[in-house]
């Protein structure tokens, strides 16, 4: 079974400021998805960015980037220039692309509480 | 363009009682998935429903606990007897077949 791990409980970043946040995670498969996920205190689950585990190339999003390392089964996300909006709860996520019933699900980490400051 | 919808927002239920969770998928997708997320905690999966097939349910205990996406109308997730142990934020996300899933805004489970 897949599993996800995000050893930050917490971290704190000044406003304008970038900050990275860290996700491993452990699969046999070498096909598959993985996301980080924000959740601010209104509870919503929004979706910041995904990677395809077949492109080396990293994906970015304005000013949400990742640092994927399949071998090292590493998968960061950097925040730059931080905004008083970026403070939430933020959850790396993994999917199998393989078929067969595990497909589709995701399995999250425990997340990262982000704090920004003024 | 509406999003997953989910309701109640907010249900209270007695130990004991049964709670019913409604979850409209985004137009056009036919995958739907349950999550639930308990304090301080990550989402964990539960069901992942097609129409009218449940695809994988390794997420979701055995008892109490039932799931539907009929051909017509919500998925419903279904606890009976609730317990105390299943307070918790109750997540649905939908999809298209290989995309990226999008969340409702959770139905919050208080169990008296």
């Known amino acids: 079974a897949q599993t996800v791990t995000q050893s930050q409980p917490e971290m704190s970043v000044q406003e304008a400021e970038t900050v990275t946040l860290s996700c491993t995670y452990d699969?046999?498969?070498?096909?598959?998805?993985l996301f980080w996920y924000k959740q601010p205190p209104s509870r919503q689950m929004i979706l910041v960015i995904r990677?395809?585990?077949?492109?080396?190339q990293n994906a970015t999003e304005n000013r949400f980037s990742v640092n994927f390392q399949k071998a090292a089964k590493s998968f960061s996300l950097k925040i730059s220039d931080s905004q008083l909006g970026d403070a939430a709860m933020y959850f790396c996520a993994y999917r199998s692309n393989a078929g067969g019933t595990s497909y589709g699900k995701l399995t999250f980490g425990q997340g990262t509480i982000l704090t920004v400051h003024p | 363009n509406a999003g997953v919808m989910q309701n109640p927002r907010h249900l209270v239920r007695r130990r004991g009682q049964e709670a019913r969770l409604r979850c409209s998928p985004m137009k056009g997708h036919s995958h739907v998935y349950w999550y639930r997320q308990l304090p301080e905690e990550g989402l964990k999966f539960m069901v992942y429903?097609?129409?009218?097939?449940?695809?994988?349910e390794s997420g979701m205990p055995k008892e109490r606990f039932s799931a539907e996406f009929p051909k017509e109308g919500p998925s419903i997730l279904r606890i009976q007897q609730v317990v105390r142990g299943d307070s918790a934020a109750y997540f649905c996300?939908?999809?298209?077949?290989?995309?990226?899933?999008?969340f409702g805004d959770g139905t919050r489970l208080s169990i008296l």
């Open positions: 990677q395809e585990a077949y492109k080396q």
């Open positions: 996300a939908s999809s298209r077949s290989n995309q990226p899933q999008h």
């Open positions: 699969t046999s498969e070498s096909d598959y998805y």
């Open positions: 429903l097609q129409k009218e097939n449940i695809i994988d």
